[in-house]
């Protein structure tokens, strides 16, 4: 029999799902993810997370399955999440979620500063990467990062 595999990378949360080669679900498993709140609007996520997790969850699902079974995995993930990383892809920080607060009085002033038809375009993403802090940016201080 063939399988394949969903696994929806979520905010709050990291889901897997099995289903057999008729798209029924098989086994379903998953895991919440820890999110670090700051005081001043951050949500935080390791890094790690996003990896590890899917890894054990797979593990789980195919426990028990004859080999070579699963004949593909498809992906889902969150919105928008920035991770700095260093040159060598190494996470200089944890991933600053897309429901981060910090930068909201920036996003207000370039609201108000630029027509919604430019920030928005045709694709309508081009506002959502304002609403993060300005310390994700790269400055003369932070750590060499790769772009």
Do not use: N
């Not at 696994?7 to 919440?32: H, N, P, Y």
């Not at 992906?75 to 892809?89: A, E, F, K, N």
């Not at 630029?114 to 994700?136: K, S, W």
Request: glycine fraction near 12%; proline fraction near 7%; charge should be negative.
């Amino acid at each position: 029999m063939e399988y394949y595999i969903g696994i929806d990378l979520g905010t709050t949360a990291i889901k897997a799902v099995l289903f057999d080669g008729s798209g029924r679900s098989v086994r379903q498993v998953s895991r919440e993810i820890e999110l670090f709140s700051t005081p001043d609007g951050g949500l935080e996520q390791e890094a790690s997370c996003w990896y590890e997790l899917p890894c054990r969850l797979i593990g789980e699902l195919c426990t028990g399955l004859p080999s070579g079974s699963v004949k593909g995995i498809g992906v889902s993930s969150q919105g928008i999440t920035i991770l700095p990383v260093g040159r060598d892809g190494t996470p200089l920080g944890r991933g600053i979620s897309w429901l981060d607060t910090r930068a909201e009085e920036e996003c207000r002033e370039i609201g108000e500063a630029i027509p919604e038809q430019t920030l928005f375009g045709d694709h309508g993403a081009a506002f959502v990467l304002l609403l993060y802090p300005p310390e994700a940016a790269v400055d003369e201080k932070a750590p060499p990062c790769a772009v």
